[in-house]
């Protein structure tokens, strides 16, 4: 293809003047494209140059669909027709072109695209799409929220009120805007607030007939106060007390799930719940809260009732992993040929009547948390074997599996046995012992902390209340007597077995006198009628009724005075009795 340059136009554009026309076009900002008849390129002004990034001497004379393709121009010369605000890219340019044919005695002689760079302003429409976009949705939120919105500028004047809040208030939300916000909305503190800056969250304000609930908030741009939005929360304090009553109603809901699956896999008690002022009962209640600080394990020694279980609870709900599971096993309840699958679990067809798809063992159950062995002074050596590499370890293999599970529990133990005298009797691993024996509770009997038993029975009482309908309210003094004189082999499990054995002997009484007591506790008034018979074969005079009962009375006030150390004020506390009553009865019985 052979060049062309500006002499091959046709006359019009040959002329000494088109010298004079190219500086004129090279000043423009538009790009300036000519090209002849046949479509070659006869003049490319210094803008088109900087839009495309080509040099004119570098495309003069050339076809203009091989400089820059799909330029249309060559169309316009062939359909003798303008194409005018066409889009078109060049390069990485977006531009914008008028493409016009040029006229001469009625014949194409040429054709001229004039053209701008419009990148940067499709650049900015796109932004400018965007934020309408953007606006739009939120208008639609705003539009769709149940609560009344509304916008006002600095000085108070109405933007925007969404539907919600112009049918709460019955006005046409296109009227309104504009006004002033005291104009449509009464009681309204919105120019305030867009003034002050200050925000007023979950005010009370009177609109209308209704007491609602609105929250106020400054706009803030660039740290200059623009403007506000209000909202109405409730638009009547009874739907706030309505919306109060269901999440009270959802929170006892909650509370009742996680107290049902506190009772499956959680401790019942606390550190609240041992029962005892005694000095033994305050020095134990402060070690189980320093136990419960750590992760060591625990051994809780006592005789069968004495609350070993409780105290576990307690540990447990007063630790860390008092979120976790608490898992008891009975280890003496357990058959010895099933108590390693219960605690380490199984694989599946690891044993006939295996469990399709195995089962987790309590170990595995108590993940996270706490287990509690009780009784396990009954567990067999074998076991006890196999225990100690758990404990040692913190690791475990199910039965019949090779899958090793990590372990991350607290292990609480408990008996009543003498660990030490099995140790020598060959029936207890010395090694196991020193593994459980790191933190140590030693629950004393309950003939040993006699002080604790009017404090015990009245804890006691309340439970058994619950699940006896009928209310007893506490012990006579008399029959007070009996239970401190009693050496409760049983101990607080027996102690609980008698009162309520009593409270359902009992017809009209609020108190437990001693006629419904076991008769293994009225040993003192057998006691007592034999020195009444006594009394009679001496000649002497029977004791009447009221004797009988200000000696009784007399006994019980001595007993509960050696059981408080000669406190006077806890005595009167164990026998039931007002302080100034208890004084009065020591002034009666001349008791100093």
Not at 46 to 55: C, K, P, V
Not at 460 to 486: C, D, F, R, T
Request: hydrophobic share 40%; aromatic share 6%; with cysteine.
């Amino acid at each position: 293809m052979h060049k062309r340059d500006l002499n091959s136009l046709p006359e019009a554009f040959s002329s000494t003047g088109i010298a004079e026309m190219k500086v004129v076009l090279d000043s423009v900002c538009n790009g300036v494209v000519v090209v002849d008849s046949y479509g070659y390129i006869t003049l490319f002004n210094a803008a088109a140059e900087f839009i495309s990034g080509l040099a004119a001497e570098a495309v003069l004379g050339k076809m203009v669909d091989d400089v820059i393709p799909n330029t249309g121009l060559l169309r316009v010369l062939e359909t003798g027709v303008s194409e005018l605000n066409q889009r078109q890219d060049i390069g990485n340019c977006a531009i914008l072109t008028n493409r016009t044919p040029i006229i001469k005695d009625g014949q194409v002689v040429g054709a001229v695209a004039v053209f701008q760079d419009i990148t940067e302003l499709t650049e900015v429409i796109t932004e400018l799409e965007d934020v309408k976009r953007l606006k739009s949705t939120l208008e639609s939120i705003l539009e769709s929220l149940n609560e009344g919105i509304v916008v006002v500028d600095k000085q108070g004047t109405i933007t925007m009120l969404n539907k919600a809040y112009s049918e709460f208030l019955n006005v046409d939300p296109q009227e309104v805007v504009g006004k002033h916000v005291a104009e449509v909305i009464s009681n309204t503190r919105m120019h305030l607030v867009a003034q002050g800056g200050k925000a007023e969250v979950t005010d009370i304000q009177k609109i209308g007939d209704n007491t609602c609930v609105v929250t106020r908030i400054p706009i803030i741009e660039d740290g200059e106060i623009v403007g506000a939005v209000g909202n109405v929360v409730f638009k009547d304090v009874k739907d706030l007390k309505c919306l109060a009553g269901r999440i009270n109603k959802l929170e006892s809901e909650l509370e009742f799930y996680k107290e049902e699956l506190c009772k499956m896999y959680g401790g019942k008690y606390t550190i609240a719940n041992i029962i005892g002022n005694s000095e033994k009962m305050a020095y134990l209640r402060n070690l189980a809260a320093k136990a419960a600080k750590g992760t060591s394990t625990v051994l809780i020694l006592g005789e069968s009732g004495t609350g070993k279980e409780l105290f576990a609870h307690a540990i447990h709900n007063a630790s860390r992993r008092r979120q976790g599971p608490f898992i008891k096993v009975n280890c003496a309840a357990v058959p010895e040929n099933l108590l390693e699958s219960e605690l380490f679990g199984y694989e599946e067809g690891a044993f006939t009547g295996a469990r399709k798809g195995g089962k987790p063992g309590k170990f595995e159950l108590a993940n996270g948390g706490t287990i509690f062995l009780d009784e396990i002074g009954e567990m067999s050596l074998a076991m006890q074997v196999k225990l100690l590499r758990v404990l040692q370890e913190r690791e475990l293999e199910r039965v019949g599996g090779t899958k090793t599970t990590k372990l991350d529990i607290r292990v609480i133990a408990a008996t009543n046995r003498d660990l030490e005298k099995m140790i020598e009797q060959n029936q207890f691993r010395q090694d196991l012992y020193y593994r459980l024996n790191i933190f140590t509770l030693n629950i004393p009997p309950l003939r040993d902390r006699l002080e604790d038993i009017p404090e015990l029975c009245d804890m006691l009482l309340k439970k058994i209340n619950k699940q006896i309908e009928h209310w007893v309210e506490g012990v006579s003094p008399e029959a007070m007597a009996l239970l401190m004189e009693y050496n409760w082999p049983g101990n607080v499990r027996e102690l609980e077995n008698i009162l309520e054995r009593a409270v359902n002997l009992m017809e009209d009484d609020t108190v437990i006198i001693p006629e419904v007591l076991p008769p293994m506790l009225k040993k003192m008034h057998k006691g007592k009628s034999r020195d009444i018979e006594q009394a009679k074969d001496a000649g002497g005079k029977e004791p009447d009724l009221a004797e009988i009962k200000g000696d009784a009375e007399k006994q019980a006030i001595f007993r509960a005075l050696e059981a408080a150390g000669g406190n006077k004020s806890k005595a009167a506390r164990m026998l039931g009795i007002h302080r100034s009553g208890f004084y009065q009865k020591l002034q009666k019985y001349n008791i100093l």
